[in-house]
Structure formats: C-alpha cells, structure tokens
C-alpha cells in the first residue's frame, strides 16, 4: 500500500527494504536505494495538491535536529506574521529571498554573507 500511494502521489517507483509502524497515524519507511529516498524528498510537495488527505513525508532527524528546526518553524511564524515571505529548509530558511542559515556552535539562526 505504501509504495502504491508513493508512485501515485509523488510519481516515484521505490523499493522498500522494511516498513514499521511507529504510532496511530505514523510510518517509518527504511528504503532500499538512497537515491529513491532522496527523490521522495524532492518531491513530497506534491502532496501539497492531494485533496482530503494529510500525507506528510519528513526525513529521520535527531532530537537535536527537530529543536533546531522547531525553532526555525517558530521564526518562520513570527515573520509571516509579519507580513514576511518565508520558506523553511533544512538547517536553512529564506526570507523575502535573504537566505539564513542555521548556525551549530551558536545554536541560532543567521544571515549568510554575500559570496564575493
């Protein structure tokens, strides 16, 4: 059922190695092929268009990596508030096209010089 709603809603044909579930509604998918991981990640916003259903696909992070990005989710929030454009990454988000990015050592987010 998995790989079904996969090819069908991201267009992706994947090989999964084991499948488990982790809670009432959550799944933990262990793929063959990172490739095929990698192309589900570039292309989960499709789910976006899936109508009367909540599909959301995350990559496994560490307890350190979900703070850092339930921060980054709480800045995004308050700029939107804002009136703000804000599109959130991994480790990274932009703002009205500024690109901000997390930094480990200092545990904040911060704006990343221009490369000359």
Known sequence: ??????KQYIGVE???KSAAKIGHKTCLLELEDQGDKEE???NKF???NVRNERIYINDELTRNEREQQRQ???????E???????????RK??????????NRDKEIIEKE????
């Open 1 to 6: 059922m998995t790989k079904r709603i996969i």
């Open 93 to 102: 988000q932009t703002i009205n096209g500024e690109i901000w990015r997390w």
């Open 40 to 42: 589900i990640l570039r």
């Open 14 to 16: 994947v090989k999964i």
């Open 72 to 78: 980054m989710r709480k800045i995004a929030k308050q």
């Open 113 to 116: 010089r221009a490369k000359n």
């Open 46 to 48: 499709k789910l976006k």
């Open 80 to 90: 939107r508030g804002k009136g703000n454009t804000v599109k959130i990454g991994y």
